[in-house]
């Protein structure tokens, strides 16, 4: 499940909203990284409960629970090469952790004990839980998808819900065998908020991303007609020879500045990113514990185990080097990190005088004021013309930046952005650069969302896959 994302506002005042190497962040069966868990076949049998269609005192009334399932469902099916078989269920409840289930994929929003016992303690404030049942083989047998009875939702964009649409569409990754992004533009991204966050209405995570489409796609393949797709893979270590486990790795063409799909290192240090049009891309590195924390990539098996626990010192962000992908073809980029101490972490990202850790959504000739927070973000620490967007649709106006007292320990600047007329939709990014050259980035940071951005809200609550049977039965994972 997603932790819910945390507002801050100046003030002081602070609210809750809540082995063979493969790309993304996908899930396997073992540490070894060998066997991908995924559906034996591309056509995904899904029973949508009839509570979706019973009032529910924690849905608004008016909601569209099913046109939210489905449009949800019509997204992933639309970019990647699956078809989902709906069907109608009286069960209300979804399997049991620790058994086999009861082969029924289930889409549920019933109160009852089976259904609120993923959501108590830390989990609370989750929108959403995804339990998938899978063979030692990695192959998917059930997948059932929850949402959390003790939080409100709604399908029109009321502040304080959490939105269906993007509850459903990110459990829907996880049904298909996606884990977390490091991406904050990404639907699959750990972190997301209720409605009202930044005082805006965005409907951002409902629509996928470029790294989501490339994610699934590695899965299942592309449908047909979406082209002959590249990819780039390599090993990054550090000077001393040590693999560097856990970088966040990603793509982002030249030409537009958009991020196109990301990777997280595995502890041989290698990667790979799917998904990519023939063109010229840019590659960077960066450690996780800004925005992003290991502990919401890693699962507790799998090809990614441990990495929460991984005592590797942080580094500085790194970009690896320039890639020209061609059609059907994998291009090599290895790399050697000098494995310096980070001392510039922008950890996190808002606006309208908020700060949280999901993306800020933008509209095209749009004119916006952002909010940037973490170690080392202060005006005198940067150098001139010290924060810049990577794309040559955003401009930022290096006259308008100044720090702001947010009355804690955290240190936060603001500055103007102006996003051109006709800038494509997609996550961008934001580059900081320190008087000593050091730089890091907020990756997918700032988002535009062909859907139309700001329109109605929505953000959902996830976790990694944390539980798993004995190893000689079927395994049981679950993320949110």
Known sequence: MRRPATAFFLMMTVILSA?????YTLQFTDASNSVQVRWPANTITIALSSSLTAPQPNIKAGSDVVGAVSRALDRWRDVANIRFRIVSSDVQSVSAPGTRGDGLSL??????????????????EMSGRTRIFSSVGGSIAEADIVLNPGQSFSSDGTAGTYD???????????????????????????????????????????????????????IYGARLGAGVRGAITGTINFSSGAPVFGANVWAEEVATGRVSASNITLANGSYRIEGLLPGNYRVFAQPLG????????????????????????????????????????????????SGTSALLNPSFIGTNRQLSTVAVPLAP??????????EGVSLSQLSKNGITA????????????????????????????????????GDYSLRLQSLSGEVAYVVGGLTIDAAGANSEAGFSTLITPIDSADASADAVSEGG
Do not use: W
């Not at 082995?19 to 790309?23: A, F, L, M, N, T």
């Not at 890639?323 to 073809?329: D, R, T």
């Open 290 to 337: 800004g925005a992003v924390f290991a502990s919401e990539i890693a699962s507790q098996r799998g090809a990614y185990v441990g990495l929460a626990l991984n005592q590797q010192l942080s580094f500085r962000t790194e970009e690896l080097g320039r890639v020209k992908v061609g059609a059907g073809l994998a291009r090599a980029l290895n790399a050697q990190l």
């Open 390 to 425: 990577t794309s040559p649709f955003i401009v930022v106006d290096p006259t308008s930046v100044k720090d702001e007292d947010f009355g804690s320990k955290l240190s936060v600047i603001s500055f103007d952005i102006s996003v051109g007329v006709d800038a494509p939709a």
């Open 107 to 124: 889409v549920t929003v019933a109160h009852t004990p089976e259904n609120a016992a993923p959501f108590n303690g830390s989990a609370s």
């Open 365 to 374: 000739a749009g004119v916006y004021r952002i909010f940037v927070a973490g």
């Open 164 to 218: 269906l649409e993007a509850t459903f569409t990110h459990e829907i990754g996880h049904l298909l065998g996606l884990e977390h992004s490091a991406v904050l533009g990404a639907t699959m991204q750990p972190r997301q908020g209720k409605n009202g966050i930044y005082n805006l209405s965005s409907t951002s995570q409902r629509s996928l991303s470029e790294d989501d489409r490339a994610g699934v796609r590695a």
């Open 19 to 23: 082995v063979k190497v493969r790309p």
